[in-house]
């Protein structure tokens, strides 16, 4: 099992930048597939970005060219840097972990269901 706990989030103006880390204990990221999620209210959890066992990545649209998604194995942390935010950026960020059994995890995935392990958020709120 593993264990995630996010930091980094806060109060922001548009247009501003903000960095989201994520660190892990209880076992190594290293052939895991990595995720960030993000859930505001009332809306379901989507996928902002994933992150491959060999550092391969994928982006949700919305945040494409805005935000980057980085892991350093060594450390078990997981970030996920934000440029340019936008008043609709605004959530609950979560780190996700999948569980591909000691596997390289080649392919990330954006959907909640691929994911067995998740931190307990951080918030990120963006003023127009």
């Known amino acids: 099992q593993v264990q995630l706990m996010e930091s980094g989030g806060g109060a922001v103006e548009a247009g501003r930048s903000l960095r989201l880390s994520c660190a892990g204990t209880g076992s190594t990221f290293s052939w895991r597939c990595m995720g960030w999620f993000r859930q505001a209210p009332g809306k379901e959890r989507e996928g902002v970005a994933g992150i491959a066992s060999d550092g391969g990545t994928i982006y949700a649209d919305s945040v494409k060219g805005r935000f980057t998604i980085s892991k350093d194995d060594a450390k078990n942390m997981l970030s996920l840097q934000m440029h340019s935010l936008k008043p609709e950026d605004a959530s609950m960020y979560y780190c996700?972990?999948?569980?591909?059994?000691?596997?390289?995890?080649?392919?990330?995935?954006?959907?909640?269901?691929?994911?067995?392990?998740w931190g307990q958020g951080t918030q990120v709120t963006v003023s127009s």
């Open positions: 996700a972990a999948a569980d591909s059994g000691f596997r390289p995890c080649r392919t990330p995935a954006l959907v909640v269901g691929f994911y067995e392990y």
